[in-house]
């Protein structure tokens, strides 16, 4: 590793040292401290690029965007030293954004303020002026900025806002590797304001490219807090942003938190565990990272720390999702961190009131969590169109784009001689298309109520089972339960979402899902962590009044699934008499694993 990586690492590790055993007392904020200036900015030389393409013209913040932006600008502007070199930069403003202004509008970048001593004033009359309307070329503005910045070497800065990606074809990202070799000491804080897909990925491989900080805001007050909070990035780094810790982000494995942590714990890959890692409790479940809890009280990026009246919380996240009386004099309230990752800050609060609709009381601790309700599906009706024999079963996340799909069941008896078959359609219904897979049934459907060891009854035929993490860390695979001729007993089809169409998943070791219950034998697979399963079978030591020397002895053998295909990791033989229990097979199911979905 080179000396540079070394520091950079070894700030990592001290920034998240500091985040989890900060002094809650040291870290305590008054009510205005998320919209006031940080206690003490040591300016470097900075431009700011204010983003004034036509899509800053749309009233969601509430109110304009491009009037949030001058409000978080000034607020910005106003918290530097009256002796910081400062520059300001825009695009968007001289040109319209129709398809026969392209060529000027990807070249509309304005030099509004050159680099110089701040003349607040001056600044904030060209912020005002600013009237958006045409294109989004960032990688020229951040040129533009560059160019106007010193080249001695030294500590410099450039802070952009944006509320889209790059419209001109030109890769931000690789704009900024490029200025940053040319500018050793250069760092480019970026502010995503109503971003996500692509133009947050843009944003944030320009921050992380150049050592600066990505955020994103999701509203006025949002944007004006964490454009200061890009004035001191050590601080920012060391506090609950909208998705995690120091580069710990919710919703990572374990494996993924080790890869960038070699020293984190070991955690147990199935249910609820906390760990305990520099003064932080980290809490996985079913071994992917569920919440993160300081020990000191915690800090969000926007400065709300304990002693913050938690209205001031409330007027940057907007009123609680869940309020819960703990019967001890304190409150959990859950407000909205990341609607788009179903992440919420959960505070507990002293002293709480509510009155005519006003909440009050002290923040006494923060933590950073996975628990927002789950947002309304935006996907069509699977059924739609169809005329009968449709149900939805559920709602649940099948393509991994962290929103909810919908999934409905078409089960068809197919008549004629011989033995009676029958067909089960899946329908997928994601918010960009709809999905279906044909599954054929060799023989006939039965009722939900014949269906053993079935998780739930409905009123459709036995077909839908389920949705677990069997194969993938994110986004669910739908096992449909097929139920046979052979004194009823359920065989499996397990569906995946491959690209963008859903398709067969194969079993591990190339045999049959599990059964549960087939000619004495039990049979189930149970879902260790997303991508690794085990498959487990147990006979009784009789079978029909007859010894069975097998029995007794539970085989189990664990999988991962990795690039399209399960491998072996290990198997065990342990003794074990369950078997033996008169109607053990009632209590179980094939898949022992945690439904993913919402019915």
Not at 151 to 164: E, F, H, K, P, W
Not at 183 to 209: M, R, W, Y
Not at 286 to 305: E, W
Not at 483 to 494: D, E, S
């Amino acid at each position: 590793m080179s000396r540079l990586g070394s520091f950079l690492f070894a700030l990592a590790v001290v920034a998240l040292l500091a985040a989890c055993s900060s002094d809650a007392g040291d870290s305590a904020v008054s009510s205005e401290s998320a919209s006031s200036a940080p206690a003490a900015i040591i300016a470097v030389p900075t431009v700011l690029i204010l983003d004034a393409s036509g899509s800053m013209t749309i009233e969601d913040a509430p109110g304009s965007r491009i009037d949030a932006a001058r409000i978080a600008a000034v607020g910005l502007i106003d918290s530097f030293p009256g002796d910081a070199m400062v520059g300001l930069v825009t695009y968007g403003i001289g040109t319209g954004s129709s398809d026969d202004e392209k060529v000027a509008g990807c070249q509309d970048v304005k030099s509004l303020v050159g680099l110089g001593r701040l003349d607040r004033d001056r600044v904030r009359g060209e912020i005002d002026a600013l009237r958006p309307s045409g294109y989004t070329p960032i990688s020229l503005a951040m040129r533009r900025a560059a160019s106007m910045l010193p080249t001695d070497g030294g500590n410099q800065a450039i802070v952009l806002v944006s509320d889209g990606e790059d419209t001109c074809g030109v890769p931000p990202c690789e704009v900024a590797r490029e200025l940053r070799l040319q500018h050793p000491g250069l760092s480019i804080s970026t502010v995503g304001f109503k971003t996500d897909g692509t133009a947050s990925e843009q944003l944030n491989c320009v921050a992380t490219t150049t050592d600066g900080l990505f955020v994103q805001a999701a509203n006025s007050r949002q944007l004006a807090a964490r454009l200061l909070a890009t004035q001191d990035t050590k601080k920012a780094r060391e506090s609950l942003s909208t998705k995690g810790l120091a580069g710990i982000d919710l919703g990572l494995t374990v494996g993924e938190v080790k890869r960038g942590h070699s020293d984190f714990p070991d955690v147990g890959l199935s249910g609820r565990v906390v760990v305990v890692w520099r003064d932080c409790d980290f809490t996985f479940q079913d071994g992917v990272l569920d919440s993160i809890a300081p020990h000191g009280g915690g800090r969000t990026i926007d400065g709300i720390a304990p002693g913050t009246p938690i209205a001031k919380a409330i007027e940057l996240y907007g009123d609680p999702l869940e309020t819960v009386d703990n019967k001890d004099g304190t409150y959990n309230l859950t407000l909205t961190a990341d609607e788009a990752r179903r992440a919420g800050y959960k505070f507990l609060v002293k002293d709480y009131t509510e009155s005519k609709g006003s909440i009050a009381g002290t923040i006494a601790t923060i933590a950073l969590c996975r628990c927002l309700p789950p947002a309304p599906s935006r996907a069509p009706d699977p059924c739609a169109g169809v005329a009968t024999g449709c149900a939805q079963v559920a709602e649940v996340d099948v393509d991994g784009d962290g929103t909810y799909d919908r999934v409905a069941v078409i089960a068809t008896a197919n008549s004629g001689k011989g033995n009676p078959t029958a067909s089960v359609t899946v329908k997928v219904a994601t918010a960009r298309e709809v999905e279906e897979i044909l599954i054929k049934v060799e023989g006939p459907l039965r009722s939900s109520s014949d269906c053993p060891g079935k998780r739930d009854q409905h009123s459709e035929p036995c077909a839908y089972d389920g949705a677990f993490l069997i194969s993938r860390p994110r986004g669910a695979d739908l096992v449909v339960t097929k139920c046979v001729c052979a004194g009823g007993v359920p065989t499996h089809t397990v569906i995946t979402w491959t690209g963008n169409h859903l398709s067969i998943l194969a079993s591990p070791g190339d045999r049959n899902w599990p059964t549960v219950n087939y000619e004495g034998s039990y049979e189930w697979l149970s879902c260790e962590r997303p991508g690794e399963v085990t498959e487990s079978r147990l006979s009784p030591t009789s079978y029909a009044g007859m010894p069975n020397p097998a029995g007794g002895i539970r085989k189990s053998e664990r999988f991962t699934y990795a690039d399209g295909r399960w491998t072996s990791v290990g198997a065990e033989s342990v003794p074990d008499l369950s078997a033996d229990i008169p109607d053990f097979w009632k209590t179980l199911v094939a898949f022992k694993c945690t439904d993913q979905a919402r019915r």
